[in-house]
């Protein structure tokens, strides 16, 4: 069936370094892909977005790259900060008119070593 | 301030006590929607709505029901809750379509 995954259900980085987190996915029609953040005790929050017609789209200290051929896509965050420790999700939509299929991925958990 | 406001946040009810999930909404958002969050599993999505009096099936709609009869609320109604309905629930709300989407804080339900 459709699925859209994490290649690691934790990472930790050093705090400074830069974090990558990789996802994929396996419907061809996904043409909208969402990175999410949520931290304990709270849902999740929008961080960037991407549509199927580009590869890269940067934001913030962060950047998400969408690679259509392997159907994957990655979420890098520049000099991870201690607040930056919360559970990453990638999510992705194919979307009409008339409906909206939506799946997200398991998350990462992602933890800063001080 | 922009909100997705759920209620209960927590709730300990037993299994075929009907039960229901309020959500609220003051953007003025078309599009709303529900997901249950399991470990392991991620955020699955149980019902959403595209506008008011129109809902659709997620991935995991059995045993829910829901209703938009007005733009700003979309319950979650649980007519017989089971214990495999435990879970954490997540509404959302979209403006222009569904994503982004903006997040309640949660609606922890234990069924006993």
């Known amino acids: 069936g459709e699925s859209v995954g994490l290649h690691l259900p934790t990472l930790s980085v050093q705090e400074g370094d830069n974090s990558i987190i990789n996802c994929a996915y396996s419907?061809?029609?996904?043409?909208?892909f969402i990175w999410y953040k949520q931290e304990s005790g709270k849902g999740p929050q929008f961080i960037i977005d991407i549509r199927s017609n580009m590869d890269k789209r940067q934001g913030q200290r962060v950047t998400v790259l969408l690679n259509k051929t392997v159907k994957h896509l990655s979420l890098q965050i520049a000099a991870t900060q201690p607040g930056d420790s919360a559970v990453y999700f990638c999510a992705g939509e194919a979307r009409s008119s008339s409906a909206s299929k939506i799946i997200f991925g398991s998350g990462t958990r992602l933890s800063i070593r001080p | 301030e922009a909100q997705v406001t759920q209620n209960p946040r927590y709730l300990i009810t037993v299994t075929g006590k009907k039960l229901t999930v309020t959500c609220s909404q003051n953007?003025?958002?078309?599009?709303m929607s529900w997901y249950r969050q399991d470990p392991g599993l991620g955020l699955r999505q149980i019902y959403y709505?595209?506008?008011?009096?129109?809902?659709d099936k997620g991935d995991v709609p059995e045993g829910y029901k829901v209703s938009r009869k007005e733009k700003r609320n979309f319950p979650l109604i649980l007519e017989s809750p089971s214990p495999n309905q435990t879970s954490l629930y997540f509404c959302a709300s979209g403006n222009k379509g569904s994503q982004p989407q903006h997040f309640g804080d949660g609606t922890r339900l234990s069924i006993l």
């Open positions: 953007m003025n958002h078309e599009y």
């Open positions: 419907n061809s029609a996904s043409d909208y």
């Open positions: 709505s595209m506008n008011v009096e129109v809902t």
